[in-house]
């Protein structure tokens, strides 16, 4: 567990953005058909990676980033801003393009960045309907998602930042195989993934919009998984899963108490609400993190000595 330790006496963080799912559950869904398409462009330039890790973006001092991308001598970004509200397309050679951030149709979005994207010389194909959603529209056909919500927009992202530090910290205590922090925009979530180093039986898949090819190399080792989505709560919630699930893990006790298993998701879930509302934001999200891992690798007999760190190892 370490030496976190919850003052009760503290006022709840203001650092911690409130944002409830209801009141931008528009603008969430135009965002996510938004990413899908950078994510998609990044994809396919980006050299592969072992679980897809080439495909995520990345949050940035600004907003969500590919980071660089190479593209045939040099490179180029794709970065949303939602301080400017901006999708800014830059080349290594100092040209760049911008598309504005407001409501509009995702088919208005996706026609303008593919033609920035020409516009600056880098030739792009991508396979344009969305992954991991029902129903898959077309982006050049979606007229259906419209709103944006700049102020939401960035207190998401703030939101993100909050968790993409905790997270990081934690991810400092594990020296074996593990993923960046990452954004993965099919499910539209910030994720981190640690693995004990077996490889693990073919996932099943099942995700909508998805080949289960895909969902085979993302689970192809065992592992444990935790991150944020902007639902699964009122404000969202941080989750964490293992994969294989090893037997007794839904009945594990996990820390904190807001805590629980969602059967039809296969995760524990803590509310983002119990997070930020709490005296100490920090120290709740870490005890999750650490206590739901330590189920997994104990449930699912991980060498923790060799792959540990910090509090939980040597």
Known sequence: MGDDRIDRTRKPSPRWPRLRVADWADTRDTLHMWTQIVGKIRMAHAPAVNHWWHVTLHPSA????????????????????????????RTS???????????????????????????????????????????????????????????????????????????????????????????????????????SGRSAPPHPGGAPNCPPWVMREGYSHELASCGFWPGGGAEGAFYAYAYPEPPGYAERRVRPDAA?????????????????????????????????????????????RALETGPSGG
């Open 62 to 89: 600004r907003g969500l980033t590919t980071s660089a991308v190479p593209y045939r001598d040099g490179a180029f970004d794709v970065e949303f801003d939602f301080l400017d509200h901006r999708l800014h397309l």
């Open 93 to 195: 050679d100092g040209r760049s393009r911008t598309v504005v951030l407001e409501p509009k149709p995702v088919a208005a979005f996706y026609q303008e960045t593919m033609a920035a994207l020409a516009g600056l010389g880098v030739q792009t194909r991508i396979h344009a309907v969305p992954n991991e959603v029902e129903p898959a529209i077309p982006f050049a056909e979606d007229g259906v998602h419209t709103v944006y919500d700049g102020a939401a927009a960035q207190l998401f992202w703030r939101q993100l930042l909050q968790a993409e530090r905790v997270i990081g910290r934690f991810r400092s205590e594990f020296v074996g195989k593990a993923s960046p922090v990452h954004f993965f925009w099919g499910a539209m979530d910030l994720a981190y993934t640690r693995f």
């Open 260 to 304: 629980s298993y969602d059967d039809g998701r296969g995760e524990f879930l803590l509310p983002y609400e119990a997070v930020a509302g709490s005296p100490d934001p920090d120290a709740i999200l870490t005890d999750f993190l650490r206590s739901t891992y330590e189920s997994a690798a104990d449930l699912g007999g991980w060498d923790r």
